[in-house]
């Protein structure tokens, strides 16, 4: 018996040496193999025009992990030889009205321009008894030399340590991850489809110039992704935060050095200012719950959306929502609830309003078959006429802030039955309006829902006003059609007031606002009334007050009109 026991004993002594010989032999092999992965991603992209490379390449990690290190990478690219050369590629992707004949003159008339730094050391490793796949970033101070013709750049980034993703694969296990290792590297796509959990810190990082004036800084960026299976569906969540970004003048000076030669691809951009957003934040968490594969989405499987909490932030506006989606099969059920809220500044409408304007500066020269006629008509417009013309159009979207839109409602249905609609609360409130409708709505049944409106009659003016805003630029640009617009009449517009007056009286709020509610009922045959009137009797009103002013006489075309005379920029607004 002790001799058999002495037997096993080195019998499994031998095993496990010989084991620990394979695995060892796996490993270094495995090792060897993902080292050559990497040389050969970078001698591919040699190949392409890309002249990157590195110091040199570590392998570590054994026994339970695997590490490559690639240290100080380096690159160096001639910008303008690559976008020559893929210039066919680079137009084929453009949107069909995009200009794209200019882009192309834009590349051609590419000065030469040579792209060159340093990149933070990178370790990239697998865990081999857990699947988790992990990147770490070094601290340092990349540097990058941009020389575009005789102008030469030199810019540093100073990154704090700590920079890091990590990623769990769906299989586990120490054969697989073993195994996994030279293919993830090798097949990107692969890998991805079998993620499970994605979670990266990106530690905070200062961009200066040559002179140590500061171009960019951020604090600590964090993202995180799961997606879990769950019986036939998934689980899946992601949050991102990002406490603070912030550009400065520098930056821009830096973005405009490089939209400048490419202008006609970023002149939409030129408006945009990275200092005038100043310190921006974002916080954001999400969860879903659904099938499998999104394709499978239908009135049979339940799905869920959850957006726990959207914060943003900089100077020129603030937005917060939470959201929720949930729909439930058999019977079929759906509960809906939105807050969202936004407050903007004087500073975001100049912004946008010029955005708009070089939209509309973009429309004369992009080629569009479904505008033809109106490019026609405006190809003979400077851009300071077009201003002029099109300023009619822009409004102020601070003059509706705060804005807030807030819904709470749920439906079920049963099979061969109509839905049952319940709205606990559905407001969309800005800085003079407001609306807020509370109830329920069912087809064929009785039916409640009252609707609260504030500052109602003002809305109808300034809507009506904008509405003549657009009409009058339409008749300018294309007289033939813009002239079949409907013109409303101010009796329209009086006897659309008196309806409404005639239905619900306004009564003052204790800020003086405006209030007048109307409140919509139903029986159970679904005959509705509004305020107690009948239907037939909210149709005389509206025959009396509306109707008749509906369709007013025609008017004879406006002469075609001589281009416009610039004048400067205003900021229209709805109503003061």
Same mark, same amino acid.
């Given at each position: ?13 031998? @095993? ?14 495995? *090792? ?41 990478? #380096?690159?160096? =690219? /001639? ?10 590629? +680079? ?6 009205? !995009? ?15 040579? $792209? ?137 000076? %830096?973005?405009?050095?490089? /939209?400048?030669?490419?202008? #006609? =691809? ?22 879903? #719950? ?16 959850? +957006? $726990? /909490? ?33 407050? =903007?500044?004087? $500073? !975001? ?22 505008? *033809? ?7 003979? !417009? ?5 201003? *002029?013309?099109?300023?009619?159009? @822009? ?7 705060? +804005? ?26 800005? *800085?003079? %309006? ?24 003002? @809305? @109808? ?116």
């Amino acid at each position: 018996m002790k001799k058999f026991l002495l037997f096993v004993v080195g019998l499994l002594s031998i @095993l496990a040496v010989l084991g620990a010989v394979l695995f060892s032999g796996a490993w270094f092999m495995q *090792a060897r193999y993902a080292k050559q992965q990497v040389e050969d991603f970078f001698t591919m992209a040699k190949a392409q025009g890309y002249d990157i490379g590195y110091e040199s390449l570590e392998t570590a990690g054994f026994p339970i992990n695997l590490t490559i290190t690639i240290v100080k990478p #380096h690159y160096k =690219v /001639r910008l303008d030889s690559l976008l020559k050369a893929n210039q066919e590629k +680079i137009l084929s992707v453009l949107p069909p009205n !995009y200009q794209r004949d200019a882009v192309a003159q834009d590349i051609q008339a590419l000065p030469e321009w040579t $792209e060159e730094g340093t990149v933070a050391t990178l370790t990239y490793g697998i865990n081999f008894a857990s699947d988790k796949v992990f990147m770490l970033v070094d601290g340092g101070t990349p540097t990058q030399t941009s020389t575009i013709g005789t102008d030469v750049k030199n810019y540093t980034a100073e990154i704090a340590p700590g920079s890091n993703c990590g990623a769990e694969m769906v299989s586990t296990g120490m054969m697989h991850g073993l195994w996994s290792a030279g293919l993830i590297i090798q097949d990107w796509q692969t890998a991805l489809n079998n993620l499970r959990i994605v979670h990266c810190d990106f530690s905070a990082r200062t961009l200066k110039d040559s002179s140590g004036d500061v171009l960019a800084s951020n604090d600590k960026i964090s993202f995180s992704l799961s997606t879990l299976p769950d019986k036939d569906m998934r689980s899946t969540q992601l949050t991102f935060s990002m406490p603070r970004i912030s550009g400065t003048a520098a930056l821009d000076a %830096y973005m405009n050095r490089y /939209r400048a030669l490419m202008p #006609h =691809v970023t002149q939409l951009q030129n408006a945009f200012s990275y200092a005038m957003y100043g310190d921006t934040s974002v916080d954001f968490a999400m969860s879903m #719950h659904h099938p499998t594969a999104l394709q499978q989405l239908g009135p049979q499987l339940p799905f869920n959306i959850t +957006i $726990e /909490r959207f914060a943003f932030k900089n100077n020129l506006s603030t937005q917060t929502l939470d959201m929720l989606l949930d729909y439930q099969p058999q019977p079929a059920h759906v509960t809906a609830k939105l807050n969202l809220d936004a407050t =903007v500044t004087p $500073e !975001y409408d100049t912004l946008f309003n010029q955005l708009m304007l070089q939209q509309f500066r973009q429309m004369k020269s992009a080629p569009n078959p479904q505008m *033809a006629v109106f490019q026609q008509t405006i190809a003979s !417009y400077t851009d300071e006429q077009l201003d *002029a013309l099109f300023t009619p159009l @822009l409004f102020s979207i601070h003059y509706l802030s705060p +804005i807030g839109l807030h819904i709470d409602g749920n439906s079920m249905q049963e099979a061969g039955a109509p839905p049952n609609v319940i709205i606990n609360n559905a407001e969309i409130s800005l *800085a003079p %309006y407001g609306i807020k409708a509370v109830g329920n709505i069912q087809l064929a049944k009785p039916s409640h829902v009252t609707l609260t409106c504030r500052n109602l009659l003002a @809305l @109808l003016d300034d809507v009506f006003g904008y509405y003549a805003r657009v009409r009058s630029v339409g008749v300018q640009i294309l007289p033939d059609h813009g002239v079949n617009l409907p013109n409303p009449s101010a009796q329209l517009i009086a006897g659309m007031k008196q309806l409404l007056t005639t239905v619900a009286a306004p009564q003052k709020d204790p800020a003086g606002n405006d209030m007048m509610v109307y409140e919509y009922v139903s029986d159970a045959a679904g005959m509705p009334s509004i305020n107690s009137k009948p239907m037939n009797e909210l149709m005389a009103l509206y025959q009396q007050d509306v109707a008749a002013y509906l369709n007013p006489p025609a008017q004879p075309p406006a002469p075609a009109p001589q281009a416009a005379p610039a004048k400067p920029l205003v900021k229209a607004v709805p109503r003061k």
